[in-house]
């Protein structure tokens, strides 16, 4: 057993879900307890979709157990195809019902619908979401590829075609990364065969195998899938998580190899307003900002790109939740000489982020709350998604508009340019006394709290009454910064007293 | 208002709900299981922790029931039943004892601990009151520990709390005395208020189940008279029952009429003179009839259907026909208590549709036949309504709102005339 607070993941099962609601023509039929109805409204809420996710549960009770569960099963699968008529049916069971072994596959094919049905394994107690999702994907192409009629493929076609996976349902920035990346396409002259799976048909996923190479938006979700299709068709894949400037032009250019054509124009123009914005005078703040960043694999490690090499920011922290890409975490992390963090604790990962002592988080909605009780500012730039994660506004994270986005919504939470330094001149002048915050900020102080949780067993150490004073010259921003790092460094040194001394040999110390 | 009986006056007829048709229904059903309740019930007991044994699917219910992640270390956790515990890798029960070990020495502040029952726990049957003795045992006097099920196979939504309730009322200290017992969840302001007006009664032996400390459990016997505050408590009546304690028959605390017949109930139960109930009650009828009176305006001859979910379907579909003088389309319950709303179906009108389970296709196509002017349904269905242009409302909130007692009734109408407000000042 895990004791567990807040999950980073939902069970396999709305991995499933994430698949079979992006997509048109599918039903999922899930052998499930009423509790579990429960996952419609994270897309009908969180992602205010307007339709009911296409799943019929069977729900059911303790009074069905001892008699025909199977039964109730089997009728849950013959009612959703007579009132849906999906083009396709998968059919799985939750974590309840795989305890009681009805076999849903069995039961379902029995039935002989006149539509493929694919029947899905997906180990609710050892496997998540993303697992669940991607699994889905991959056995749902599988079971369609060849279900449906295709156009025999025509071969030395002029212009070559790729598919692009990984967009699902309740995908963080899915929506807006698709859109920038098929415009991206368009601009560059490569014609898109099939996009899944969100809006795709089953028939379309019959169709993938007819392009020349595919493009694996989301590794977590896609990567299966493209490496199976690979051994399979040949389909070459492009696995480069087009995120920040840098790895945007990365991208371009693989494409370009793949689709044989000439993207010189394009990787030679400057597309971004980050490029300026970030050489901008102004920026010159940014540099050094100590920067910790948690998410799923694949966001973290292309953030940590953008932090480092496009914003000058310092990585000090580095991981994820997700354990399938713990070596791809690992990798990356070495590039900024720290170690990767790679649990789905939350208490670990909060203890990691209070031990870093970041100047900026960039982190899912839990890194949020993390970093609002921590005081520290805070970008959320990975599922977990939460409502505010599908803005009104167009908001990729990829490409180059997704560059802008980055710039501007990492860099607004942080105090900025010439307001610190003005903030820093003014600050003993009655309206920028050490108590008020800038006005951006809501008006209220933000106050680290103290967190009883990770308290340690060192003592902390006493203020001396000159170190104490020559700690109300530093400025209010930085001063609860300059507190708890002297007094981690008096503990580090087993100093019982401060006095300007240690504070000094602190600030020498963490400047390194 | 039409209707300008005074409240004291409305009898109320001696049926059973067998005059009523009932559809019942048994499909898909579309609501939370009982591990929901943690939500509120957490809230409410400030010192107790609820330790869930289930799946991940339960964690991720109850997080993502519980909408936003606001509490650092929220009073409630899963205990995730892994792989090696179902291979017979691990005992169970020394995983759970290790697992309550790392809560406790986290939390030390934590007084009561329930472990909380799920459809996986319930499957491998895990037996979890076992368990809960052997940790009250080895943590005695500083924790107790009890269980109960809050799994969807053995609950629906409010249920839970049933079940909640039901494994604290063996463990209220025993007492002959003349008491009152205010048996469910209410928000502590609504507490404040009803325990004023039970003062100025001359009511003042008064005890609130379940209580805001574990220290404050309200004591129980033969002395016992108790009332309900919601409706979805069958498990804990039959509890109380055995320890004594005499159910005071009454409609629920929801409205002006239905508060004032709720305190008459208590009233009559302690042989207080109407005259003084009727004094005391005056003044806070008066204002509640006062705030309905706004939005009555709204909310007169709107037609309303009811999705099942919390169980006070019923008691919400006679507070809207009566007060507000909505129209009834199809009002529908996850269960129906004959005995416990017997005073609510003699107020319901003769003609309501009322079904009972849930077909949630079926029923939809029931909904969109209906056309009614505003839906009241769980989370899942609100926004695909919307989209087909229904005006709805998300049933949770009923739930986790105040909205109990004479204060809070212009607040309960409110929360059904905003959606229809808001429908009609959008010109988008
Ligand atoms: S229905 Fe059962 S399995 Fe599902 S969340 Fe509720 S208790 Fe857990
Ligand atoms: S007024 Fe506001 S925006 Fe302008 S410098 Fe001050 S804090 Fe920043």
Not at chain 1, 88 to 109: K, M, N, R, W, Y
């Amino acid at each position: 057993m895990q004791l567990t607070l807040w999950t980073y993941e939902g069970p396999p099962h709305i991995g499933a879900m994430r698949i079979a609601t992006a997509m048109r023509g599918v039903h999922y039929v899930l052998h499930a307890p009423q509790g579990d109805t429960y996952a419609d409204l994270l897309f009908t809420m969180i992602e205010r979709r307007d339709q009911r996710p296409p799943v019929t549960y069977t729900t059911f009770q303790a009074r069905d157990l001892g008699g025909d569960t199977a039964q109730l099963f089997k009728n849950a699968v013959a009612d959703a195809y007579e009132r849906f008529k999906p083009e396709a049916i998968i059919v799985g069971a939750s974590c309840t019902a795989e305890l009681i072994q009805d076999d849903p596959a069995g039961l379902a094919l029995a039935l002989d619908l006149p539509v493929p049905v694919i029947p899905l394994e997906l180990p609710a107690y050892q496997r998540k979401e993303n697992w669940g999702a991607a699994e889905t994907f991959y056995r749902l192409t599988r079971g369609c590829i060849g279900a449906f009629p295709r156009p025999a493929r025509t071969t030395d076609r002029l212009v070559k075609t790729c598919n692009i996976l990984g967009p699902t349902a309740l995908g963080f920035r899915h929506r807006d990364d698709l859109h920038e990346i098929t415009t991206l396409l368009g601009q560059l002259g490569v014609s898109i065969n099939v996009i899944a799976p969100l809006n795709a048909r089953p028939s379309d996923l019959a169709r993938i195998p007819d392009a020349d190479f595919n493009i694996v938006l989301y590794p977590e979700i896609a990567l299966n899938l493209a490496t199976w299709l690979e051994r399979q068709y040949g389909q070459k894949f492009i696995n480069i998580t087009p995120i920040g400037v840098g790895a945007t032009r990365d991208f371009i250019a693989k494409v370009a190899e793949l689709a044989d054509i000439d993207a010189t124009a394009m990787l030679t123009q400057t597309a971004s307003r980050l490029n300026w914005y970030s050489r901008s005078v102004d920026s010159t703040y940014l540099t050094g900002k100590r920067v910790f960043i948690f998410g799923d694999a694949t966001h973290a490690i292309a953030a940590a790109r953008v932090a480092a090499d496009e914003l000058g920011f310092e990585v000090v922290g580095l991981g994820t939740y997700a354990r399938e890409f713990a070596r791809e975490i690992r990798t990356a992390a070495k590039l900024y000489n720290i170690e990767a963090l790679v649990s789905d604790d939350y208490l670990t990962v909060e203890a990691a982020i209070t031990a870093a002592n970041p100047a900026l988080v960039l982190g899912t909605q839990m890194e949020r709350h993390i970093a609002k009780r921590l005081g520290i500012p805070c970008a959320v730039i990975s599922a977990p998604v939460h409502v505010q994660d599908f803005p009104a506004r167009y908001s990729p994270m990829m490409g180059f508009e997704g560059a802008n986005v980055l710039f501007d919504s990492w860099v607004h939470p942080l105090m900025m340019g010439l307001e610190e330094h003005l903030l820093g001149m003014f600050r003993e002048d009655f309206e920028f006394h050490g108590d008020a915050a800038p006005s951006h900020l809501g008006g209220k102080p933000v106050q680290a709290q103290p967190e009883p949780v990770l308290t340690t067993n060192q003592a902390t150490a006493i203020w001396g009454a000159d170190a104490e004073a020559e700690l109300k010259k530093i400025p209010f921003f930085v001063r609860g910064k300059a507190r708890r790092n002297t007094e981690r460094y008096a503990a580090e040194q087993g100093t019982a007293l401060i006095n300007i001394e240690t504070l000094y040999n602190a600030k020498a110390h963490f400047s390194s | 208002m039409n209707d300008l009986t005074p409240i004291s006056d409305v009898a109320i007829p001696k049926i059973g709900c067998g005059d009523l048709p009932v559809l019942r229904e048994r499909g898909q059903r579309e609501v939370f299981c009982g591990l929901t309740g943690i939500v509120w019930l957490h809230r409410r007991i400030q010192d107790a922790f609820f330790l869930v044994v289930g799946s991940r699917t339960c964690a991720h219910l109850i997080q993502s029931a519980a909408g936003v992640m606001i509490f650092a270390e929220p009073r409630f956790a899963t205990a995730i039943i892994e792989e090696r515990d179902l291979a017979g890798l691990a005992d169970a029960n020394d995983e759970l004892d290790r697992i309550v070990d790392q809560l406790i020495e986290r939390r030390p502040d934590i007084k009561l601990l329930f472990l909380v029952g799920s459809c996986p726990s319930e499957v491998i049957k895990l037996d979890l009151s076992r368990a809960a003795l052997r940790l009250s045992k080895r943590y005695t006097p500083a924790l107790r520990v009890l269980s109960y099920s809050g799994s969807g196979i053995e609950t629906t939504f409010t249920e839970g709390e049933d079940a909640c309730l039901a494994a604290l009322v063996p463990e209220l200290p025993a007492s002959p005395a003349q008491s009152l017992m205010v048996v469910g969840t209410l928000a502590d302001v609504v507490e404040d208020q009803f325990r004023r007006l039970f003062a100025e009664m001359g009511i003042t032996n008064v005890g609130f189940l379940p209580p805001r400390r574990a220290a404050d459990m309200p004591p129980v016997g033969k002395g016992t008279k108790y009332i309900l505050a919601q409706p979805f408590l069958a498990g804990t009546a039959v509890a109380l029952d055995h320890r004594g304690a005499t159910r005071i028959a009454a409609p629920f605390p929801l409205g002006a009429e239905g508060t004032a017949l709720w305190f008459k109930a208590a009233g009559r139960a302690f042989d207080i003179a109407k005259s003084k109930i009727d004094d005391v009650l005056a003044k806070p009828v008066a204002r509640a009839r006062a705030a309905l009176m706004r939005q009555r305006a709204v909310l007169e001859g709107r037609t309303i259907f009811f999705f099942p979910d919390s169980q006070l379907e019923i008691p919400l579909a006679r507070f809207l026909s009566r007060e507000l003088g909505m129209v009834l389309s199809e009002v529908g319950t996850p269960f129906l208590h004959r005995e416990h709303l017997a005073e609510e179906l003699a107020l319901m009108p003769a003609d309501v549709q009322l079904s009972e389970g849930q077909d949630v296709e079926k029923q939809l196509d029931r909904c969109r036949a209906a056309a009614p002017d505003i839906v009241v349904c769980g989370l899942g269905l609100a926004n695909p309504l919307e989209a087909q242009g229904m005006t709805t409302k998300w049933s949770i909130e009923l739930v986790f709102s105040p909205v109990q007692g004479f204060e809070q009734a212009g607040d309960l109408a409110e929360l059904f005339a905003r959606p229809l407000r808001r429908r009609a000042l959008l010109k988008v």
